[in-house]
């Protein structure tokens, strides 16, 4: 079989499958498994697959078919402009997400820094990366996405520590910083919310958060409140309808809303 072949039966067939994007991860999938340049692979389509390169393509192109996200397949994502390992048990790192590191590199000084559902790191570690002087620490109740986070960690090059803890509850233990900055991108979809096919193959704990989904943020901000030094700063994301109650819980515990872009929002001590 050619490249061209593959490309038109692929584009093909995962437009039947109701992917929007069928030539665009066709053509990703191709360049993964040939480890080649895109321009070079639509100059040459007469070049021919071996037969194990086929195979492979065939598999990622059966489970793409299923909607399950590109990024398990290929087992990377770009995020903020790095390229981050992605598994299963992890949440895929969403464009709008960056909105969060935006809010958050418009503060100044910050020095200590909790990533809460840290997942894959990738905002955790950002933050390390943008802001070198800051001490960043990554929390997860799931020991299996602190390992992708470590990993990830490792290969961009950068410190963090990492803690096995549910949400903020246990982030003043001592010998940890007092931390005057907080990125908590918790589930928040309603469990009774309709979710695409791709989002179906996400892990639940990372996503579904309660009738109205907000009720991580709530135990978190619950947490947080009857802390002696609590974060001055607080980064979250909720969908857009869901932007006044979690303002709602926040000032219950002390907050206000300092600024918000798209999904995420900034709330700091009132």
């Known amino acids: 079989m050619t490249l061209g072949d593959f490309l038109k039966r692929a584009t093909q067939a995962l437009q039947q499958a109701g992917l929007e994007s069928a030539r665009l991860d066709a053509l990703l999938l191709l360049e993964d498994a040939l480890q080649r340049d895109r321009a070079l692979l639509l100059a040459h389509p007469e070049l ?25 397949i290929r087992g990377k994502s770009m995020f903020y402009g790095r390229i981050f390992t992605i598994t299963p048990r992890v949440l895929v790192p969403r464009p709008e997400s960056e909105a969060m590191m935006n809010l958050l590199l418009a503060i100044r000084d910050i020095k200590h820094l909790a990533d809460i559902g840290t997942g894959s790191g990738c905002l955790g570690i950002t933050a390390a990366l943008e802001l070198p002087e800051c001490q960043v620490d990554l929390y997860d109740i799931d020991a299996q996405a602190l390992d992708c986070a470590t990993k990830n960690a490792h290969q961009l090059g950068t410190k963090v520590r990492t803690y096995h803890e549910d949400l903020a509850s246990n982030i003043y233990t001592p010998g940890r910083p007092v931390y005057e900055t907080l990125l908590a991108n918790l589930p928040y979809v309603p469990d009774e919310h309709h979710i695409n096919k791709a989002a179906s193959h996400e892990p639940r704990l990372a996503l579904f958060g309660g009738p109205d989904g907000l009720n991580m943020y709530r135990r978190m901000f619950a947490q947080l409140a009857v802390r002696p030094h609590r974060p001055i700063h607080v980064i979250t994301e909720a969908l857009s309808f869901q932007h006044q109650p979690l303002t709602d819980i ?3 515990s002390g907050y206000q809303q300092a600024a918000t872009e798209g999904l995420a929002q900034h709330f700091i001590i009132a």
């Open 250 to 252: 926040a000032k219950a």
């Open 48 to 72: 021919e697959l071996t037969a194990a390169e086929a195979a492979l393509l065939n598999s990622q192109l059966e489970q793409r078919a299923t909607h399950l996200p590109l990024a398990y």
